[in-house]
């Protein structure tokens, strides 16, 4: 696949996504408050980017920008993130509530057309002279027949959009990014960026005239205004935010442009997983038609959140139990919740068992790993959420439904095999299991597959690969829709690109637990404010290296084998209960990665064409958000 040359604009991509989707695009706060980094032309050298003095860069793993001041760094984004959560999200909410999309997107045409000089001086500084001659034409297009630059007539006349930054200019000079900073309200930036950002902000409008200089902060406020709440379901989501938003800058900022190049053989299992970037809510607004509570645990004595959307008239409430170490305000979860609030379901999210928010307030283990133990205590926080809802709102709440996906629809499964037998906890009328994974022994031999999925590649290249498929995959917002269909990466790329989603939720978990729960295993001291040397050594883990070495030996201290992760780890052990659970339904894709042939022919054995529906197709997850499957969902909760 040869995708076309994309324009040359900001790589200010979009910042939704759970954690594949932070490995895959980017923006945060955070970029989006920080200085637009810009997108190289295609014909530009790659080149390494710079790792910190006497580390090592984990195996398999891209390289990251330096982070040197890595303490001062997180302190700025404690405070950065807090500005976000407390004063730009509930302002930007209102602001969008007053101010019309079309006229915000006026008020930011006029302050693209009213920057026009300093993107000429760059066009110039860079040899660029077609660019700097479209320039011109859309600004006099744009100022005049566009009212001041208020409409975009040029773009609809199809005159080019060119961008130009002096970190461009000096990217072209030969100035290569060497260090990660964080800049107070503006967000993360390098050493050439911010040189960048400073040398942009000589030869705005807003220097020469009083009017202006007054209007600088309205107008960058109405700029940020559309991705507040995006970036801030990506903060509250994901467990270090900060550490994924320096990966996410690394490549998403870069001049350097990737080689688009990919081998004929695909994957498609992973390639089509890839899809689930593309999952969003319908309302970017969804998460504010809700609530967000708490509720105390007792045998933790701490308070675990969720999210809640309650139906004016007694309805069907759904409790969505979110994937291995997903949150309740990732986008996937978010999409499925818009799905049934919008059907007239009341709906719960709650955040995944091996994600930290859980493991530190609701887990009664140290090491989430064991489906009887994972499922019990994500069962004692559910019926919590139960009886404090059914003590508010009595007359409002009908049948429940416990849905889950990917590890949340195994743990679905586990627990209508076992139900609450007489612990006095929480039955459900439904049970949905979505792309449900049926052996999890077997899913990690696969998981560590795609972890060694590099190795396909000679040594003495692999690392500028592996750095090379994280360029594409942050420059795929450039392309047009129908590229983006069809994702230009190779067999070993989407593997290595679904390897890390999973490595990156290894790598919280890892810490997470030997944080609070210290097995001397790993040789790096845990530090909050410098994490770095100790995820460099947790990400050089497979998932069998945390089971052998973390897991079995913590079970094994109260009195559980391997046999019984065994026997646990795969819903075989269930069938006939399974069977027998005429409340059970399940949606699985016959290509997903988590199953193969005989895990398929297993479910349609256990449940049949009644309670199980198979599609040909999407890989991981990343169907969810298409027609079929969405109405596949709703039939699934039928009868309620």
Sequence with gaps: MSPSTPPSAPRNLPCRVHRLSATLVAGTLLTACGPAPSVATRHQPVSRIAQTAGRQTPENFPEVLAD???????????????VLLGVLRPTTYVYRNIVPRPARKSISNFTRNALTPGRLINEALQGRWQSAGDESVRFLTNTTVGVAGLFDVASRWNIPKPEAQFSQTFHQWGWKPHGFVMLPGLGPSDDLHLAGTVADRVPQVWNFFDFFSYATVGLAFNNLSDSTETASNFVKADADSYVDTKYIWTYASSEDAPDWSAAPTRDLPTLQTLNVVNISTEDPDFVWQGRESSVRIPATGRKMKFNLWLQKETAPIV????????????????????????????????????????MENAATVSLPAYPPADCHDLLVSITEIDRTLARKYSNKL?????????????????????????????DFDRYVALNTPVDLEDGIRKLDSFQNAPLDWPASIRQEKINNTLRKAAGLFTLTPEERAAPPFDATESRLLVSLSFRLTLRDTLYSSQSRHNMGILKTPLDDWRRDPAYDEILNYTYSDYFKSFVLPYYAERGISQSDFTREDNLRSYQRALAANKKVRVLVNQDDFVTDADDISWLRST???????????GGHLGNLATPPFRQGILKSLEGL
Aim: no cysteine.
């Design 68 to 82: 040197p001041y890595e303490p001062v760094n997180r302190g700025i984004w404690k405070f950065n993130k807090g």
């Design 319 to 358: 409790y969505i139990v979110p994937g291995l170490s997903s949150h309740r305000v990732s986008s996937q979860t978010l999409s499925i919740a818009e799905l049934l609030y919008q059907k007239g379901y009341s709906v719960v999210t709650t955040t995944g068992v091996f994600h930290p928010e859980f």
């Design 398 to 426: 009908g049948s429940r439904a416990l849905m889950g996906y990917s590890m949340g629809g195994f743990q679905a499964l586990h627990l209508a095999a076992n139900g609450p037998g007489n612990s006095g906890l929480l």
């Design 607 to 617: 449940f049949g064409s009644s309670r199980l529906t198979v599609f040909p197709n």
